[in-house]
């Protein structure tokens, strides 16, 4: 009975957790539900050596939670895996959920060896993942704000030359005189928004730009700057929403992590391939697109480029190189062929991948 493995699905909420434990290849599990605190998940441990007569491994769905339960239970010497709830398998027909049968079906899953495992970020790295999306989260806030005047704007007529946005721009608008003064209190009320999330959007990145400047992160972020349209607040948000490139077997892993595969559903004879998946994570997968459109121009090194290369690896070095060959002859040929030019991104972005994860693979 020593060598017996006791699998347990947890259905993680809020305020409880929904156990349900499976000892060798048993058919009916025991379950039971314990508070989400701290010394509750430590009496469970406890109940779950006694219980097990083997080794004791616990799964539950990544979510809302976060990864507090993996840590506490790994804190007491538990084996606690966090799974993938996008690649849960799921029966068709099954159209009864509770979260009892969630609990039980996890923990069926994980003795049939069927869930794919989440490498779960550090502390230390999932609090500078979590600066990068309030940086992303204040640059959404500011896009907003800038349409609403914008729009204001548009439906009284008043449509700028120039640029929109710059210092001039911005004079502009100040030098427009409303005919109501309940227009005036909005616009000055758009404008302070503005303001205080351009504010907002300097000092996180100056506090992004602090931390790509030390250890860990500063010799990954100076590898990933010898990439033609990546500079340091780029790279720092690619490693901190990534965490751990070696996770990714291959190039095409990660290609698919980040939703830039395209989607299939063939049966037969029959091919069939849609659009990108647009799966896994939505930041990591618009920063690669948004690089993609500086490979729309001539290869070339410019001062800038040339700068942030001082120093580099030339493996690295080299490898950029290749990429900016590549990419820039394949957005020109793609274009010639009449793609959209979203789409031409798009590919070149997922081409972009492989490079990136090439370049961060150590040195054979």
């Known amino acids: ?142 896009q907003r704000c800038r349409h609403r005047l914008g729009k204001l704007l548009l439906r009284r007529g008043l449509h700028y030359p120039g640029r929109n946005w710059t210092q001039a721009h911005r004079h502009w608008i100040n030098g427009i005189e409303w005919g109501h003064a309940s227009t005036g209190v909005v616009v000055n009320d758009y404008l302070l928004a503005i303001d205080q999330l351009e504010a907002r959007l300097t000092e996180l990145d100056a506090a992004l730009t602090t931390i790509a400047e030390k250890g860990p992160y500063a010799e990954p972020v100076g590898w990933l700057r010898c990439f033609r349209g990546i500079d340091t607040l780029t790279a720092i948000l690619l490693l901190a929403e990534l965490h751990d490139f070696q996770r990714f077997h291959d190039p095409r892993a990660l290609m698919a ?11 037969g004879e029959k091919h069939r391939r849609g659009r990108i998946t647009r799966t896994g994570n939505a930041l990591v997968r618009r920063l690669l697109v948004e690089t993609a459109w500086h490979y729309q121009h001539r290869a070339g090194i410019g001062p800038a480029l040339a700068r942030r290369r001082t120093g580099q690896p030339s493996r690295v070095i080299a490898i950029a190189d290749r990429a900016q060959q590549r990419l820039c002859r394949r957005f020109r040929r793609l274009m010639e062929q009449h793609k959209p030019a979203p789409k031409t991104a798009v590919a070149v972005a997922r081409e972009l991948a492989g490079f990136l994860w090439a370049a961060l693979q150590p040195a054979q």
Request: hydrophobic share 35%; with cysteine; glycine share 6%.
């Open 1 to 142: 009975m020593e060598n017996v493995t006791t699998y347990v699905g947890i259905d993680a909420h809020k305020k409880d957790l929904f156990i349900a434990m499976l000892i060798g290849t048993q058919e009916k599990p025991v379950t039971w539900t314990v508070p989400n605190e701290t010394q509750a998940v430590r009496r469970l441990v406890r109940k779950l050596e006694r219980s097990a007569p083997g080794p004791v491994r616990c799964y539950y769905e990544a979510g809302p939670c976060g990864y507090t339960l993996q840590r506490e239970m790994a804190t007491e010497r538990v084996s606690c895996q966090v799974v993938a709830p996008a690649l849960i398998p799921r029966k068709p027909g099954e159209k009864i959920k509770t979260n009892r049968r969630d609990a039980h079906k996890i923990a069926e899953l994980a003795r049939a060896e069927l869930l794919t495992e989440v490498r779960p970020p550090t502390p230390a790295e999932e609090a500078v993942r979590d600066l990068g999306r309030a940086r992303d989260d204040a640059r959404e806030d500011l």
């Open 257 to 267: 992590y980040v939703g830039l595969v395209p989607g299939e559903n063939s049966s």
